[in-house]
């Protein structure tokens, strides 16, 4: 409904909000650490509708929401009318009218959109083909810990111009940072986005180049879920995109990488970097917990 706020994109939240956002993951972190995080939304419920795979997602969504008191419930369209074709607005008014608050992950990012504009609880996307922003806190979440603020740092992307290298055109907006992307051709993100953010948004096609003196290197799968079927000439076509100690050399001294996962060691990312001591890939998935457990707040309380 138009007043009810959801979580579609970074650009749902300004730039404070999603700095506060972030503090208070990294507050509700070390809460969880100490055993002393609030179980303030006793009786509240998460739907979760998951129309693809999901490992770190589900964990977190459903282990967050039991932490703070309340319950999840995995939705499948295997197991609902949804899977037999009831529409998305009935859906939402329904399933919004059961429950506190809705995650969905789907295809078509308009399936989100739609859900959000007849749900009257808010809407967290959990991954479209377009935009990934859950995964997004948890990965500034991870360099504000690590390095403190992003702000004016230079992030490179080396990779498929996907739904995580779009939400990164987001986050260089919100979050204020230089973004270079090292796609092949082919493989850009949407014009339209790059277009809008082009004051602090490039295509620099070489990925040795692109990671030049960069602060944090991203990468994620060549072929998304969806894409199962283009994997080999997605293979072919992203020789030379791999992130590793080679190209990690090119970057700045003390300069993080980061992977949202599932990785394909030896394909986009090398398995030395993935199995490295120090990677802080690992603790990138875990802020997804934290990072949600806080959107979850935040939404929560802005709809009370
Ligand atoms: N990074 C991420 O979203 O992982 P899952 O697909 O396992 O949820
Ligand atoms: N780009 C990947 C991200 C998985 C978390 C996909 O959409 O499959």
Same mark, same amino acid.
């Given at each position: ?5 959801? #979580? ?28 002393? =995080? ?35 419930? #995995? ?37 989100? *959109? ?21 995964? $997004? ?17 230079? &992030? ?21 940072? *230089? $973004? ?6 082919? #493989?850009? %993100? ?16 070489? %990925? ?21 079927? *283009? ?8 020789? =030379? ?42 603790? *990138? ?9 806080? &959107? ?9």
């Amino acid at each position: 409904m138009a007043d009810t706020r959801h #979580f579609l994109t970074l650009m749902d939240f300004s730039p404070t909000e999603l700095n506060t956002l972030i503090q208070r993951a990294i507050e509700m972190k070390q809460e969880h650490r100490a055993g002393t =995080g609030e179980r303030r939304f006793t009786g509240h419920v998460l739907g979760m509708i998951f129309e693809k795979s999901s490992t770190r997602t589900r964990v977190s969504f459903e282990a967050g929401m039991t932490q703070l008191g309340g319950h999840a419930m #995995f939705l499948s369209p295997d197991d609902t009318q949804l899977g037999r074709g009831e529409p998305i607005e009935d859906s939402a008014r329904v399933i919004s009218s059961m429950v506190d608050i809705v995650m969905i992950r789907t295809f078509g990012h308009d399936i989100v *959109e739609t859900f959000a504009a007849h749900s009257s609880v808010p809407v967290i996307n959990g991954l479209t083909d377009d935009y990934h922003p859950c995964q $997004l806190l948890a990965d500034m979440q991870t360099y504000v810990e690590h390095r403190g603020s992003i702000a004016g740092k230079v &992030v490179t992307w080396v990779g498929d111009g996907n739904n995580m290298a779009q939400s990164y055109i987001n986050a260089a907006r919100q979050f204020d940072f *230089e $973004l270079r992307i090292a796609c092949p051709r082919g #493989f850009d %993100p949407a014009d339209e986005l790059l277009q809008a953010h082009s004051d602090r948004v490039s295509i620099v096609r070489d %990925p040795m180049s692109a990671a030049e003196g960069a602060d944090l290197v991203v990468t994620d799968v060549w072929a998304s879920m969806g894409q199962e079927a *283009e994997q080999k000439a997605r293979e072919a076509a992203f020789v =030379g995109y791999q992130v590793n100690g080679e190209l990690m050399s090119r970057a700045a001294p003390g300069a993080l990488y980061m992977h949202c996962l599932p990785a394909h060691r030896g394909e986009e990312i090398s398995a030395e970097l993935m199995d490295a001591a120090d990677t802080v890939i690992w603790d *990138e998935a875990e802020n997804r917990l934290h990072a949600q457990k806080a &959107v979850v707040e935040t939404l929560l309380l802005a709809n009370s």
